[in-house]
DNA sequence: CTGAAAGCGCTAACAT
DNA sequence: ATGTTAGCGCTTTCAG
């Protein structure tokens, strides 16, 4: 059990053991440069004492606070937790500590929280899309001496570096899968998300290549709220209500798809002779589902690691990487229920 | 644009505005007593210069950085994300910001997490669970000076103020109600995860209820790895390969139990009739499917909000809420899959 | 209402 | 290998 006056300090630790403030702060830092029998005498004080560092001191004197601004729109896509493993993988044996924050899909959070981190003066800035305020877009740019990396999304003009897929491309693949399969009364299923830019452009892509087929979406619907397995059953239901015509429903993320696809199962329509479906995203529960959903993945984890990498490197050379952009290419799996029609 | 030497301190706003730092600071902390001009001046200055405090020279000054330490175990388990939805809405208005650490469940991790979140000296911290490391013990029984907050169960010694529920009880409470409703060859079926103590805790207060009305677990199966409908179909069709004459399968979470659900229905096996089914978390996804899941709520939100709210409190007076401990009750849904059997 | 001085707890840069 | 000095950029405290 520690005394009272707790937090202790560097001083603390130097009384009792004996060894200068300096020489105390070298060892917990883990220098090499300080006697073995020195370093023993310390960690032992330091630990009897039950002492933590103060990183804020530190991170001031040093000017360094060795941490990674990750900023993301939501935690419940379920997209995001495997981008931020990506992240935290890659930032683990590298003295960098992710720290994140929700933004909700809304510019004036995000404008709050970037501000709120910069203000922390972290090593590097991970931040999904690319659309956002002047505001943010200011504060950033300013931020010269650190890596910015946006991620997810490369269909626009980074601050420094991006790492992502092009979501206009996805939508143009999935609708050329489509069609190549001879599926002709689309319909389009979303979820109502003004401010959702990765959504919006795959489905821009997903119309522009149907337009240069000829072909025009028969019925989109677009609901608002969560994506969840109930919203898909209702959305799902409606089109058809108005469209029954429809020989594809093309969903924009997997959640609302899997819905979709339960009700139509439940309905005793045959999958996908009368009617295609696809989602996307490949959330891992589209396994376990009675058929196996057509997706396209979009390389979550990797897009996380990578941007984390890039950091990384960067915090270690001040100019690696520098307005470096990836992109990665996303793979369509076509499961069960996107299949050339007999 | 910002001139290069970037990021700018107190002194280039001082200054660009004429007014001393101190006056500077006095604005920018939002004080009232300055004069409507001069925090005229101030804001403009910092406006057009692009200042960014740095809250890592603040919170050493002050001798508060104004941050949360929230620690669970995942991400990817949709729960947390729930809690810190929570956390976050009762924490939005104070001033005091929440830092997520991620254990994945492993008790080094945490030891580790902990540290370095107590090492930037956070006003609270909010972790899950109540079993841990006497390493990370003694770390929250030496901060005797914040809030530490223990959160999603009950069962157990709190180090300070702890908000959950008892786990114990939800595994009694499901099992009289599957026994109320005649059911009498019941069937386990968990994630092996020796260190998810809430799930343990359930299954032991499951068994326990059983086996006060004089009954056992008829059969059990725990799979690895993550909780996916793949997982829940796959442990479903193993354990009644072994015991097919089960009338009831209770799983550790919706998750598997919806895997599960969706297999037997594919059998052609009726439910609740044949056999009746229930999870536990009473996640969203439970609406949308074919039938609705019985299952539990373990009040997630709440418990976020409530601890935060603890946190809270105990920031603005040192001894509020000392040892607090709150019990909230799950409720069950009986939904479609646990009815009295004819 | 405004300013000057002192220091928060640590580390960089230089001694020795 | 170890110690000394001088801050890091802010806020607290006290004086005006």
């Not at 489905?203 to 608002?224: N, P, R, V």
Request: hydrophobic share 40%.
């Amino acid at each position: 059990m520690t005394r009272d006056p707790y937090p202790l300090t560097l001083r603390d630790v130097s009384a009792a053991s004996g060894v200068s403030e300096m020489t105390v702060s070298r060892v917990l830092r883990g220098r090499r440069d300080v006697a073995a029998e020195t370093r023993e005498k310390v960690l032992q004080a330091a630990k009897t004492l039950g002492y933590v560092p103060n990183k804020i001191a530190g991170a001031l004197a040093s000017q360094r606070a060795n941490l990674v601004a990750v900023i993301i729109p939501s935690l419940s896509n379920l997209v995001f937790p495997e981008v931020l493993s990506g992240i935290s993988d890659a930032l683990d044996e590298t003295g960098l500590q992710p720290v994140v924050g929700v933004t909700n899909y809304l510019p004036e959070r995000e404008e709050k929280i970037l501000y709120e981190m910069l203000s922390w003066r972290p090593s590097g800035v991970i931040i999904a899309g690319l659309e956002r305020s002047s505001v943010s877009h200011a504060m950033l740019k300013n931020a010269t001496k650190i890596p910015i990396v946006e991620i997810m999304d490369v269909d626009g003009e980074p601050v420094d570096a991006v790492v992502g897929i092009s979501h206009r491309r996805a939508g143009r693949m999935m609708a050329e899968e489509i069609l190549k399969n001879g599926y002709k009364k689309i319909g389009f299923l979303g979820t109502q998300m003004p401010l959702d830019h990765r959504a919006r452009k795959r489905f821009e892509g997903f119309t522009s290549a149907l337009a240069k087929a000829g072909i025009e979406i028969a019925d989109q619907i677009f609901y608002s709220q969560s994506s969840a397995f109930a919203k898909g059953r209702d959305m799902t239901r409606a089109i058809l209500e108005r469209s029954p015509d429809l020989d594809f429903l093309y969903y924009s993320n997997d959640m609302i798809a899997a819905g979709g696809l339960l009700y139509l199962l439940e309905q005793g329509i045959d999958l996908p002779t009368q009617i295609g479906l696809a989602g996307f995203n490949k959330l891992e529960l589209v396994e376990g589902l009675p058929r196996k959903l057509a997706t396209m993945d979009a390389c979550r984890y990797e897009i996380g690691k990578k941007a984390a990498e890039i950091v990384a490197l960067r915090c270690e050379d001040g100019n690696a990487q520098r307005g470096q952009s990836v992109t990665l290419q996303p793979s369509i799996s076509l499961g069960d229920t996107l299949k050339r029609r007999p």
